[in-house]
């Protein structure tokens, strides 16, 4: 437990964190903010505390890591309420800092069932899905390549105005065919994935976007040309196409912004939106809030990140916008 002033600084640290982090009450005293947090930790836990101190709610908890004076991290809950003065104004913090590894390690086994079963399934549907893309670039693609060459030849043959206009008609088919069949093996699995990257891959499925007049999407990144294992590099891609899709679909957002970065041996993937918003479902609940994403889609992407080693959570209140932010401490490179 820790008391902390309205700007993170601790005022005070019981011996059971002092334990849990190596430091004395005095160095931790001494400690700022910054030097004891991840700065994506940080960042959520800013604006988590920025709702506190503005009143919009009585208390707020967030899973993060605490970096130990041996360099070392601990996952930890922490919870904050304020602490009021006779005026009724929040004058502190009270910080509840829960070590998440007993828990953790207590339901491995049954996670390590569960993450195993999600990390096969997921592995037989991204095969099938490169399976088809292949089919319909290669065969199916080949074979309207073939047609709209026959469709040129007819063409030059043709007696009259008529079988001129029919022929044409027929190449235009085909090429929306094709145009259409290069989508569909893209969308499935998208060639610059595996050839270009990550960035090369998030542009690509960016540019081809059919997006509302009003919006606009942008992105960002800090990879230092860093890849990472095939499993990491598609679960940031196939997260980033949920939310973007989310957004578009449930939120009515104009703008979205996606962010890629790779720093203190973390890769972190953002996507935040200006939509409607809504309250994340927690475990209890049964059927959505207005304007929110379908709870399978969500499942399907917690799985997804779970499966892959990372971590996913989502920020958003109603009227307030969302982001889901993904996060891979120290990433599988690729080798």
């Known amino acids: 437990m820790a008391i902390c002033s309205l700007d993170s600084q601790i005022l005070f640290a019981n011996q059971r964190l002092c334990g849990l982090t190596g430091y004395s009450e005095s160095e931790l005293r001494q400690l700022p903010p910054e030097q004891r947090s991840l700065p994506s ?27 130990r004076k041996n360099g070392h991290f601990l996952h930890v809950r922490k919870n904050m309420v304020g602490l009021r003065g006779q005026e009724g104004q929040l004058v502190s913090l009270i910080a509840h800092i829960e070590h998440l590894a007993p828990r953790k390690e207590a339901a491995k086994p049954a996670a390590a069932q569960i993450d195993s079963f999600a990390s096969t399934v997921i592995g037989i549907l991204e095969a099938e899905r490169k399976r088809i893309s292949l089919e319909l670039h290669d065969e199916i693609g080949q074979s309207l390549t073939a047609l709209k060459i026959a469709i040129k030849r007819a063409d030059e043959h043709a007696q009259n105005a008529e079988a001129h206009e029919a022929l044409n008609q027929a190449r235009l088919i085909t090429e929306q065919l094709m145009h259409k069949t290069r989508t569909l093996a893209h969308r499935l699995r998208p060639a610059e994935l595996d050839e270009l990257g990550l960035p090369a891959a998030f542009c690509s499925c960016l540019n081809k976007l059919v997006l509302p007049p009003e919006t606009r999407v942008f992105f ?29 679909r449930h939120a009515q957002a104009t703008q979205i912004k996606v962010e890629l970065v790779f720093e203190h041996d973390e890769l972190r993937l953002s996507v935040r939106d200006n939509g409607t918003g809504f309250t994340p479902p927690t475990s209890s609940d049964k059927h959505p809030t207005a304007g929110a994403p379908s709870p399978l889609g969500l ?37």
Do not use: H, W, Y
């Open 299 to 335: 499942i399907g992407m917690r799985e997804r990140s779970l499966s892959c080693g990372g971590q996913m959570l989502i920020n958003s209140r109603p009227g307030e916008g969302t982001e889901i932010l993904l996060s891979f401490p120290q990433p599988q490179k690729r080798a």
């Open 41 to 67: 930790d940080l960042a959520r836990e800013s604006q988590l505390l920025e709702q506190l101190l503005q009143g919009n709610v009585e208390n707020v908890s967030l899973e993060k890591k605490l970096l």
């Open 220 to 248: 960002e990144e800090q990879l230092a040309d860093a890849r990472f294992s095939p499993e990491i590099e598609l679960c940031c891609l196939r997260v980033a196409q949920e939310a973007i899709t989310n957004a578009l």
